[in-house]
């Protein structure tokens, strides 16, 4: 269903259908530009061979070796597809697949054959199988962190999204598509190796590719938009547009964060629950509002971007006449069992007998049993560095100790990291090492999912972590520090695990003066992904992980491996 718009005279149908076929003329022109080149390499290595010189013959050799790894690179390669996340059952959750085949009767389409649990703030379908698109099998994928964020109304809208592709037969041209940008890829790789000279034209030439069909791409999601709104609101579609966004920015910082290290530690908390706990922080969401605040404004975007800005998106549905449809409740209560769903996707993401053997936890009892033995653990292990350092030198000693316990860690690894990472590693040692101690002077630890871990005593709280930041930045004061550990009673007590110490009484600690706040934590850490998601792998159409700093880089997908580099 389309906006009823058009583009001058041009109806959107038709419009797609030039853009279409411009890509598939573009398409037939680089295979042709390749084979040429191919062709005149092969010449002028047979040209070399006809004279049997020892240099002919060597360039002649090189030559043949060009024109081969090209051949190699054009080649149709077979689409792989290995499932990597647990399939959904009917029978484990009728809901939600009653909801799945209402939309899909909604929008004339057949439902998937396959339904993915996905881990990530997102939803995707595509066409596995068959050539190029003609046959095959439909599949879905649909991510836990969405589900923990969305209503019931709200995911309506966003399958009615993902059965548009299918409407429109995006999944058809797409197979098309993502071949011919694997090839292009793939050539340019080749010849950033044996012929390095040609490698720009190749480049301008699958720029000009990707600039066309990234633009016919973000035109299908705004006609998939289109198609769901009617279907679920304007305003479960609006609003299912802004929460996917905001929480896909923030949800790789949760997973690597909060999930993983408890994962490594062998114990499994409830991840859904998790990660609603961790957008209701006060950092993360505020960190959520910027971005989405942000997006709203942004009605530009970049050429090389698969879909629309937030802002295009917003300003199309406003076109749209709201449906007036009933409130509903939270997406996840669709899945019979969220916490055996969980479980099958962690046994996907890990070895099966880790996985067996993870322990159940809450979210509350993470502190007590899962970081502060871990902290004992590391404060252990390096205590001799500790010797006769009590918390009041925490502002001198701090750098110095961060510094030589970062170089340690990458000698008990056998590892090189850069010096800012191993200034960060021993950084977290010495918040350990504060952490046991103030645990041992009978402090509580407390905390959760987006909260810098923090200990308590008779309502007074401190965060090791921030202590640490602040001493490494310079921003904690020494005489506050050490007035504000002798107001506790805790300014000798001594870093070092193995050192004997004695809680001073009352009268010891004496009356301090009234302090100055500590440096606040610091915020969300930048996130891995693009708020504006789009940027995918040539070849396998997996998401690459692009921030400022990776802007312009070249690096190889984390799924398939083969390098590209990625846009500015």
Not at 297 to 309: A, E, F, L
Not at 375 to 398: C, I, N
Request: aromatic letters at 8%.
């Amino acid at each position: 269903m389309a906006h009823g718009s058009t583009r001058g005279s041009l109806t959107e149908g038709a419009w797609l259908t030039l853009r279409a076929l411009a890509a598939l003329l573009l398409a037939i022109g680089f295979y042709v530009a390749v084979l040429t080149l191919v062709g005149v390499l092969l010449f002028i290595a047979g040209t070399g061979l006809f004279y049997g010189k020892l240099l002919f013959l060597k360039v002649a050799l090189f030559l043949l070796a060009a024109a081969g790894a090209i051949l190699w690179a054009i080649w149709p390669h077979r689409d792989h597809f290995d499932p990597p996340w647990p399939t959904l059952d009917r029978k484990e959750a009728p809901r939600l697949f009653a909801l799945i085949d209402e939309v899909a009767a909604a929008t004339r389409q057949r439902p998937p054959r396959t339904v993915y649990l996905i881990p990530d703030a997102n939803a995707w379908v595509m066409q596995r199988g068959g050539t190029l698109g003609v046959g095959g099998r439909r599949v879905m994928g649909l991510g836990l962190a969405l589900m923990a964020v969305v209503t019931e109304r709200e995911l309506r809208a966003i399958l009615a999204h993902e059965f548009g592709h299918f409407h429109r037969g995006d999944t058809r041209l797409g197979p098309l598509i993502y071949r011919t940008r694997a090839a292009m890829g793939r050539t340019i790789a080749v010849l950033e190796d044996h012929v390095v000279v040609l490698q720009w034209v190749f480049i301008a030439y699958g720029k000009l590719y990707l600039a066309l069909t990234h633009r016919i791409s973000r035109h299908q999601e705004l006609l998939a938009d289109a198609l769901a709104a009617p279907i679920a609101g304007r305003r479960a579609m609006s609003d299912a547009l802004t929460k996917t966004l905001g929480a896909g920015v923030v949800s790789d910082t949760y997973w690597s964060g909060d999930v993983v290290p408890l994962l490594k530690r062998g114990f499994l908390p409830p991840l859904a629950e998790g990660f609603r706990q961790f957008l209701r922080t006060e950092r993360v969401a505020e960190a959520m509002h910027a971005v989405e605040t942000e997006a709203r404004s942004d009605q530009s975007g970049g050429r090389y971007d698969t879909h629309p800005p937030l802002g295009e998106r917003l300003k199309a549905l406003e076109r749209i006449p709201d449906v007036a449809l009933a409130e509903s409740g939270p997406a996840l209560a669709l899945l019979a069992d969220p916490a055996a769903r969980e479980r099958d996707l962690v046994r996907a993401m890990l070895e099966p007998e880790r996985a067996s053997a993870l322990q159940q936890v809450t979210w509350e009892e993470t502190p007590s049993r899962v970081m502060m033995p871990w902290y004992a653990e590391v404060s252990q292990a390096y205590h001799p560095y500790f010797g006769g350092m009590v918390l009041a030198d925490v502002p001198s000693r701090t750098r110095g100790l961060a510094i030589t316990l970062g170089d340690r860690a990458d000698k008990d690894e056998g590892v090189t990291s850069p010096e800012m990472i191993r200034l960060a590693r021993g950084a977290w040692a010495v918040g350990a090492a504060i952490s046991t101690a103030l645990d041992r002077a009978g402090w509580s630890p407390v905390g959760g999912p987006g909260e810098m871990p923090r200990l308590v005593r008779a309502g007074v709280s401190v965060e090791p972590l921030t202590v640490v930041s602040g001493a490494l930045g310079g921003q904690l004061d020494a005489e506050q520090w050490s007035q504000w550990c002798r107001a506790h009673g805790i300014a000798d007590l001594p870093m070092d695990t193995s050192a004997a110490w004695t809680a001073p009484t009352p009268e010891d600690a004496g009356g301090a003066p009234r302090l100055a706040p500590l440096p606040q934590p610091p915020t969300v850490p930048e996130p891995t992904r693009q708020a504006y998601p789009g940027v995918q792998c040539w070849s396998c159409r997996a998401p690459l992980p692009i921030t400022r700093r990776t802007r312009g880089q070249k690096i190889a997908c984390p799924q398939c491996g083969i390098k590209q580099r990625l846009p500015e």
